[in-house]
């Protein structure tokens, strides 16, 4: 049931055999139009590294500590060859596929452990913090703000990367209560079969689901694409075990207490700064009987947010809304054409629809619901008849079939665009609904001017998603021409100018990926400097001596 | 608009004016029936305290203290009268009220500060941590955990009451975002009012809403009657003011970030532990459109938590299920009944049903929805039909109207029965749906014992309410006579033995009440001791002279 590393790209998204691919000539015209799309001619950027050949820091570990270790976690759970450090070395943020795909990677642990119970858990902690070694904790490695690649502390001797993907036991499932029971490192797939053979789901499907693990969601406060029907990991949490240098944390199995601060909120985001997280207590819900999604058309993102909004103010019972502005709905288009077919049928209705006013800055929404079949017939209902007062047209159910098939697909993407020369990044955010549609205009405008000024030119595009009483998350993507001579330099300063005009708009420096080390440098910004203080202070209780994840989150 | 203390009943639950009161003939029946479940002849115990004669400890401030605190706050913001003391002594839990009508206050503040803005309380924060004083924030004052009455840390020369009722702006209403910032003074009908005049509502009702805070909901995790649809404080708040000695915590006004640990949920439920919370966002909805409660008889307590735990896995969207086992469906029955009336039709309805199997062992739940009429209908629909299949008969809608005319009246009762020699106390805590009814089961066993060995004799009776996808709370509460010449004692005895049986039955140590000083006492066993040691160390970086409401909580 593990986590199986190796069958996972090593410099790249998710699986190999899950790669995108296109016809050659599909191929050719995507390469034209989004050549066109961002005013350059894209020069191929292949990545020709071999794993073989990664260029690695040499090993710090001596043989004494690495004996300590093997003694604690088995001889076979302790690696240090150059495959198991390289695979985890980094996440999966545009800058770590940068240095993936040329083979350099700067920094690696120096070993690799892999326990597989809590009690070897604390035995490496114990080791790490005798031989002051950093501990990064690694589950899916999928982290895309650089939360996987360690950093030294001063004084700091070496690292481990500790890999919990042994801890993936099914140690509970109790139907009655609505409650399952896991090792932290079980993976997306393993934790929704056991479910499934009670007829019950998390309902948790992060876009990195396939290869993540409820640890890595849990340390990150995840949230899934059916996040408006579940929750985000924060709501599905009941109760942790959290190994840290000082001993375990251990939250109780209840449904509510109003008994002080709650830890599982302080576990939540702990981004392996505080220590392990060895195994998690989620609720489950009766997996749906039936779910149904389909998109509508809005002739502006203006007129797509004020259904939304309507919609989930007035609790219709969604569990999938994700509106397109103008830019990605058309995106989404060119990557459906078929430039061998004679006559495409999506461009035939839209050039229909553009004769009614839905023209380049129309707004697809994707809108579902799952659950028992009358509810599910009751919110679509709803929804429908909301957005058609908002000006919506129906565009059926086959969008929703191809959201459905192709959920997880997204990111394998961007490795495709990066061997043609083109990057691509996501920001992502969430603004109370006041400051929404500002915040969408002002931080597209900030993203096309740095794209202009960094690299040349590039393309914005955005997406509503997950949404709450209050507003909703805002995923913004970029898509420019990379330069290969200065690719980390380039990105750094996009990254800067789009994360600031992120919080200047009013809105949150992460609504889902987490901080890691890419968004460290504006924690005080969002947090305040006491509250940064206090969460330090609350590390400095679990982890005295620094060892957990140094230079990230805090 | 503030709460006005001086029209709040001082030895006494809320206002004088709403006191329970029957004709003499129902009071001379329900002393009789209540005696006869307790088996024993009530006597009569009544308060014969006033304010002006209650026995204080002699202030301790200096007189140069108490001007550093009128300049802070100003001349008629600084009180250290009898009157002032006495209000902002004690909460109302069973053993406070002992005190005040006995009259005998132990610890009381030296002073009581009522700030009117965040400048004013960083001020008298600096004064209390220069002079080494204890600061209890004060809101409503309506903790029945011990929350308010000061105890002084080691070297601490004295306390102040930090009054926070005249921090009641509202600040900012916003309605396209569904967001509203009040000061944390503002008390339950001031902020439902300011909301309506904007077609909205929190939907927090605790039980204390009307002469509580916003502030002191936060501070203390509070959960209302309707928070199955609005849910509970830490559900609602989106933002918030800390004030500590060490500074402003504050948090942004986001509708979710994935940014590390939630400082909101330090803030909430810290009790006054870390600093003054002197104002809050919070997410509101639009005002209901309709509202219908009713109730339901089922057989017995289990069929009734079966139809309750399938409504609830099922989200059959209803905004109140309150289920009450057999003694307590019993009970209020008898305070329904009016002997002067020849034929009662309740007990006429009860006897006919009697015969159908509805037995002393029967549960009322009370069940509701508000919402869209369409949406309520649907709901209310749904319940009806679940409960029958529980083997539920509907009771109608006369118990609904009973239950929204009296909800917030029950504590009342507590003082007239305390007048009559029988002490009212409640327990609450959440179980896990599996472990639910074997709490039940187990903790009134409880119960009935430490009555039956401290008072010789009591009555137990329990409600569900508040319910989760994966549990419930159970709220218990106990009548027993009391003996004036060890009322604490006998109070203590028992609690700390239904605590006790809480906790092994795999309950919460709180669901709503809070801690305060009367639950600290097991916050180990709650969090264990390394979470405990993190909070503290959060507390230490917030509060290092230690001088925010000591003796309480950690």
Redesign the interface.
Known sequence: MSLERASLNWKGWGRPEAAASFSPARAQWMIEELGRRLGSVLTPNPSRAELSEVKLPPPRLSESILARLRGACGEAAVRTDAAARVTHALGRSLPDLFRLRRGEIESAPDAIVAPADEAAVVAVLRIAAECQLAVVPVGGASSVVGGVEPHLAPGQAGSIALDTTRLDAVIRI?G????ATFGAGIDGPALEVALAGHGLTLGHFPQSFEHSTLGGWVA????GQLSDRYG?I?ELL?AVRLV?P??????????????????N???????GTLGVIVEATV?V??APESSDERAILFRSFHDGVEAV?ELV???A?LSLLRLSDGAETGLSRLQRHDPEKRIDPVDWVFSGLARLGYRDDSAALLYGAE??AG?VR?AVSRARSVARAHGGVPLGRSPGRSWRRERFRTPYLRDWMLDRGVAVDTFE???????LESGHESVVRVIRDAAERHSGGGFAMTHLS?S??????LYFTVLYPVDASREVSQWTAIKRDVTDAILSA??????????GSD?RPW?ET??????L??????K???DPAGIMNPGK??
């Open positions: 109790d009655q209560s609505g409650l990150t406060r995840s949230s985000a924060d009941v840290t000082e001993g375990v944390v251990r939250t109780a199995t209840v449904p509510r207490s109003a008994t002080g601060p709650d830890l909120q302080l576990v939540l985001g702990s981004e609720r819900a009766p909004r103010r007035g609790r019972g659950g028992g509810a009751a955010t969430a603004f109370s609904w006041g400051v997950h709450y009483l209050d507003g909703a998350c009013g809105g949150t420096l992460s609504h889902h990926h987490g901080v968004h924690m969002e947090k305040g400097s006491l509250g203080a206090a969460l330090r202070s609350l400095g209780a679990l989150l805090l």
